[in-house]
């Protein structure tokens, strides 16, 4: 079973960039496909964005559509979630999410690996 460290979060003020990072050990990234998922106070879980395990197909969602990108390099066992134009409301802890099963399946919350997290908080 593969663990995952996610790093990169902090705070910012309102149109800053953040690199978030996804470490993984225990296992190859390769075989997963890969998320990021985000939770506020208060709020329900949201899935940021996907990337398959090829790198090959990504989606995001609408919320951060054009400002978020994530990426993977299968070399080095990392999943990135680059964050720029940020906004008060992306204030949220960060986690980093694989699968072994489909995208599809992943945002459903279908999961076999979960971080602890890393918090972004974007002031005004």
């Known amino acids: 079973q593969v663990q995952l460290v996610e790093s990169g979060g902090g705070l910012v003020q309102a149109g800053a960039s953040l690199r978030l990072s996804c470490a993984a050990s225990?296992?190859?990234?390769?075989?997963?496909?890969m998320g990021w998922f985000r939770q506020a106070p208060g709020k329900e879980r949201e899935l940021v964005a996907d990337?398959?395990?090829?790198?090959?197909?990504?989606s995001y969602a609408d919320s951060v559509k054009g400002r978020f990108t994530i990426s993977r390099d299968n070399a080095k066992n990392t999943v990135t979630l680059q964050m720029n134009s940020l906004k008060p409301e992306d204030t949220a802890v960060y986690y980093c999410?694989?699968?072994?099963?489909?995208?599809?399946?992943?945002?459903?919350?279908?999961?076999?690996?979960w971080g602890q997290g890393t918090l972004v908080t974007v002031s005004s």
């Open positions: 999410a694989a699968t072994r099963l489909s995208l599809v399946a992943m945002r459903s919350g279908t999961l076999d690996a």
């Open positions: 990337i398959s395990w090829s790198g090959g197909s990504t």
């Open positions: 225990g296992g190859t990234l390769r075989n997963y496909n």
